[in-house]
């Protein structure tokens, strides 16, 4: 992101781009720093990828219905503010909007965000070289722009906004008469009732959308160029995965130890659970 100062004047007014979990706090940070942030949020609402809406909207990152996050709660709540007790290990994205919320609300942030007001363009000062400032332009729900000078911009507009079809790498695509969509679109398996569907791509979304299509389609396939290797979000004794192995312990024993009896034990862990050979999904990647 584009942070600049000239070394005699003291960084203070700040455009935070985006209020998602990193805008949120990146507003918190400036303030903790004594600065002044404004933040601009295009839709009316905070919490980016994590804001759910049965219809996708154009120029904004989509989830579907039945989301939960990869991550544990202990491994990705702020540092100052714990995400509670009864919450979940692994959250549905209705708890962690509203952990987001909580977030905003005891820090007093959401007087310093300007929602329903896109960013259409960030650039430095004639006068950059001396003063480090920016010229921001928005626009809000009327239409109307507006400039603004800030001292520093933190962009945090996230990469999850426009989906990706590569219709031209599916020759004959023109005249296949089934439906087609790209994640992004997808909300739910409720048009997947008895039909034969493939899925394309085993990352974390693909996956979900196979198991959750499963449960209704005649019958689901899913596509993938060179396997993976598939991680269980439950470890030994029913603790996070990434609570278990993610700590300064394992980290310390890679600077000991060499990659490759790391990947040996990761790779026997993995296939006690499922024999990733005998389910066609052994990459040629360690």
Known sequence: ??????????????????????GLTSVKACLDEGM???????????????????????????????LTINISKEMMCYSDFPIPDDYPNYMHHSKILKYFRMYAEHFKLLQYIRFQTSVKRVAQRPDFSHTGQWEVVTENKDGLEEK?????????SGHYTYPNLPLKDFPGIETFEGKYLHSWDYKGPEDMHGKRVVVIGIGNSGGDIAV???????????????????????????????????????????????????????????????????????????
């Open 148 to 156: 603004h000078v800030f001292d520093a911009v933190i962009c945090c």
């Open 212 to 286: 959750e299509g499963s449960r209704v389609a005649e019958q689901v396939f899913m596509s993938t160029r060179r396997g993976a290797w598939v991680i269980r979000q439950v470890s030994d004794n029913g603790l996070p995965v990434d609570m278990k192995y993610n700590t300064r312990f394992v980290h310390i024993l890679f600077q000991l130890l060499p990659i490759n009896f790391f990947n040996w034990y990761g790779e026997k862990k993995l296939n006690a659970m499922y024999d990733h050979t005998m389910y066609g999904l052994k990459p040629k990647h360690r």
């Open 36 to 66: 002044e942030p404004t933040c601009f949020e295009s839709s009316d609402d905070m919490g980016g990828l994590w804001k759910f809406k049965e219809v996708s909207e154009p120029n904004r990152a989509s989830i579907y219905r039945s």
């Open 1 to 22: 992101y584009p942070v600049s100062c000239c070394s005699s004047i003291m960084v203070q007014r700040v455009a935070v781009i985006g209020a998602g979990p990193s």
